[in-house]
């Protein structure tokens, strides 16, 4: 009878071992580590838990897949078992392997050179330049008598201007079409051309540098006050046709 009894208390107590010693092996460690490999076909995945220290694992049956965990993520697991039955039972990412591109900095706008300007400095420029254009404008106005006479001779076309500039500025950007199949209309042509070639070149003058001083709105209004306002004075001229 005590050899019965002593054989189940030697039993139970190797039971009561091997559970313990379950228990233990099955309590889970958590690690960060780099994911070196995933084969989902396979449920293995290769870490790397320390430096020079790899270590392949199986998924536990209980996890269903690694999502979207990939080669090169860092990534925060759950390890269960012991050793040679070590498994996975849970993995997260903690950083992706994407190289993270850094947001380009903000331009800096450069300031104007307008805000160097003083409110009288910028007025003087204001005047001396509406000076300028008002009398570039009266010595435009020969130019736009030789300039009516040739669209009733020459069959010009309307030219389309709803800028406030004169329409014979259209000979420097191609907007006129005429007929100029006579020679009186080839010469007026050349006589519009060199004319308004010396308006255009002072014009361009005036406004060289401008933009240190007068915003384009306030250049604008000033040109269309004196039916001057283009932006082409810096155009070549166009050709001359022969008489």
Known sequence: MNRIYQTLCFTGALLA????AQAQAETPTYANARVISVDPARRIVVLAISPGVRETLILDDLLAGTGSVKAGDQVMVTIRGGPGRRRLSAISVLTSSAPSVPSAPAATPLPSPRLNRTDAERAEVRARYSAQVAALSLQ?????????????????????????????????????LADYSGGQCRDMFNQLVSAGEGIKKAMAAAESGIEESLTPGEVREIRRGHSMNWDGWLLAAPARREP
């Open 140 to 176: 435009a106005q020969p130019i736009d008598g030789t300039w009516s006479s040739f669209v009733t001779a020459c069959a010009v076309k309307p030219v389309s201007n709803e800028g406030g500039g004169r329409d014979w500025f259209g000979l420097w950007d191609g907007r006129v």
């Open 17 to 20: 071992a091997a559970t313990a």
